[in-house]
């Protein structure tokens, strides 16, 4: 209980031991497995995945949702619970269709079991994850949706002071701030960051997490001296409070991102090779922290005249968004783009030619700032390419041909 309360501080190095001794104690009382033993499982999950340690996290996860499953059987509460826990660590291992998967079973058995009434605020969480997930794959408006009904379930149950509702917030925030509607999101952020000062505490690391959050915004619109004040303090909180946890990776990632903004390439460079460091360390292959640093550092590279580099770290970084996200993703697209630059920058002009070919009309459709700034890019490439092999006008009937198509 006490290790509970540890945890729900934001406190897991404290949390663990005594976590960890209620498990064992629990185990010697019923070596077959109990509710109570799925719980504590449960509890030491959320600790590893607080510590970044997701392969222990799944682990325990696993071991707690069979072991409800056999006490409890597939349609009870324990059951769900488990299902969002295991969902969860695979969303954040980047493992985006399983994770679809459990949280869309958490959330038939919680519905099923509570519809409208007493314990209703448990269905709020799973429309969260499947809302990041609908954000993940750049459909805006189910994402949305999805958050709006989960915040009038829990205003409704839980009241606007309550830490899930302000989660549902942030997110929000986040969905906004990926459509492309800054001021929304600006204000959204401001209002999560507030109320978790408030009710959590300024250094928690909810609190923290839309701090840097607001770093990304103030980055996209350009008020880089604030963004870097935000960004680097949150790097030195979580450096101190949580130095293995992913979210360094996260902290170095937006640091690197402000670099390039700023064209420090160098440093936007070291950042992102620090931060590929600790993802590579944590998730698998196809994660989509590996994928979208791997893209940034090879833009890096690209800009600092280096494109044999790029294109290989480019190659990298294109298998991670194929293996999750597949070759028809924007993000895919955007670094199959960057990497035919590097070609053409090589002399290689048909791989190019290809590459650029492959990945315009992706970006073309979406509607998103930073794609539609890649798409004009994109598109001045494809016209020099053309212009330097003396076909010119090959370029213009492409662009003519997409636009019918």
Not at 13 to 24: H, N, V
Not at 82 to 92: D, E, H, R, W
Not at 105 to 132: F, H, M, V, W
Not at 289 to 305: H, K, V
């Amino acid at each position: 209980m006490i290790g509970s309360v540890y945890l729900g501080l934001g406190q897991a190095a404290e949390a663990q031991p005594l976590i960890e001794q209620g498990l064992s104690i629990r185990r010697a009382l019923a070596p077959n497995g109990s509710l109570d033993t799925a719980r504590s499982l449960y509890s030491l999950n959320r600790v590893y995945e607080k510590q970044g340690d997701l392969a222990r996290a799944e682990t325990l996860m696993r071991e707690s949702l069979e072991m409800n499953r056999e006490i409890k059987q597939e349609r009870s509460l324990e059951t769900a619970g488990s299902y969002c826990g295991l969902g969860y660590v695979q969303q954040t291992k980047g493992e985006l269709k399983a994770a679809e998967q459990s949280f869309e079973t958490c959330l038939r058995i919680r519905t099923e079991l509570l519809g409208n009434g007493k314990g209703s605020e448990q269905i709020a969480a799973p429309l969260d994850y499947l809302a990041q997930i609908a954000q993940a794959r750049s459909d805006f408006p189910r994402a949305e949706k999805l958050l709006r009904e989960a915040m009038s379930i829990d205003r409704r149950a839980l009241g606007e002071d309550h830490p899930q509702y302000i989660r549902h917030l942030h997110h929000l925030a986040s969905v906004k701030y990926d459509s492309g509607d800054m001021q929304q999101a600006e204000a959204l952020y401001r209002q999560s960051i507030e109320l978790n000062r408030r009710v959590l505490g300024p250094d928690h690391p909810e609190t923290i997490d839309a701090m840097s959050a607001m770093g990304t915004l103030l980055i996209r619109t350009d008020r880089l001296d604030e963004a870097q004040t935000i960004l680097q303090n949150v790097l030195d909180i979580d450096r101190r409070r949580r130095p293995d946890h992913v979210y360094v990776g996260n902290d170095l990632e937006n640091l690197g991102r402000l670099a390039f903004r700023r064209r420090q390439f160098a440093d936007a460079e070291r950042h992102f090779r620090e931060a590929l460091a600790i993802y590579h360390a944590k998730f698998p292959p196809g994660s989509g922290f590996i994928a979208s640093t791997g893209t940034m550092l090879g833009r890096s590279l690209l800009a600092q005249d280096r494109p044999k580099e790029a294109e290989g770290v480019l190659t990298k970084a294109l298998d991670s968004w194929a293996i999750e996200y597949g070759r028809e993703s924007l993000g895919y697209a955007t670094a199959r783009a960057y990497q035919g630059r590097a070609m053409a920058l090589q002399g290689r002009n048909d791989d190019a030619e290809r590459a650029l070919l492959e990945s315009y009309p992706i970006l073309l459709n979406s509607s998103r700032s930073p794609d539609r700034e890649t798409t004009t890019l994109v598109r001045q490439w494809i016209e020099t390419l053309y212009k330097a092999t003396g076909r010119p006008q090959v370029a213009q009937q492409y662009f003519e041909r997409v636009k019918r198509d």
